[in-house]
């Protein structure tokens, strides 16, 4: 099996609009696929150009919550609402239903044991999700872990894909978080 880079970029905040135009530019260029998470507050005061800019054959348009809420911290029917509404959005301006999650903030172990966190995103048809993203003790940059699915946790067709591209966040410092 030949080595690939999975490229999936959070859009999380008005100005991450600006660097979506440049990411896509190159992915264009290069003809390489990406997966863009977007929050939903984000592609609703943007729909027109986000529409324009991702409804590209190469990328795939996905959900980063409503309002970059952490579902691990939300009472159930918040974070049932946030997946919900960004789903529907999704749906509405590009005409198809996202498949994968990025959860905002990220987790140390994704969602292992959480069935009802995996239940309603499960239930939001979600394919796959992108929370696990931190070393131990909560430290950057994670290791480099496989995809798994929850199947111990009662959803065997739920995959895992870790995250690990949002460590540029330390080179850039867009956040302190330090590692020792």
């Known amino acids: 099996m ?10 999380e905040q008005p100005t991450c ?37 991702l409804s590209d054959a190469l990328f795939e348009v996905g959900s ?12 159930p029917a918040t974070a049932r609402d946030e997946l919900r509404r960004t789903g529907d ?12 999650l990025r959860t905002p903030g990220g987790t140390e172990r994704g969602y292992r044991g959480d069935r009802i966190r995996l239940g309603l995103i ?33 959803f065997p067709c739920l995959l895992e894909i870790p995250m690990h591209g949002w460590h540029e966040n330390i080179l850039t410092r867009v956040h302190p978080w330090q590692s020792p």
């Open 2 to 11: 030949q080595p690939f880079y999975l490229a999936g970029y959070d859009v």
């Open 17 to 53: 609009v600006d660097g979506v135009r440049a990411l896509v530019a190159v992915h264009r260029r290069l003809q390489i696929p990406a997966t863009f998470f977007l929050v939903g507050l984000v592609l609703e005061h943007n729909r027109a150009e986000l529409r324009d800019l």
């Open 64 to 75: 980063h919550t409503y309002s970059h809420c952490h579902l691990e911290q939300a009472d």
């Open 89 to 100: 959005l999704i749906d509405d301006v590009f005409g198809r239903r996202p498949v994968g």
């Open 122 to 154: 499960s239930e939001a048809g979600f394919e796959y999700v992108s929370a696990q993203g931190w070393g131990p003790g909560r430290t950057m940059p994670a290791p480099v872990t496989a995809p798994y699915a929850y199947a111990d946790e009662g």
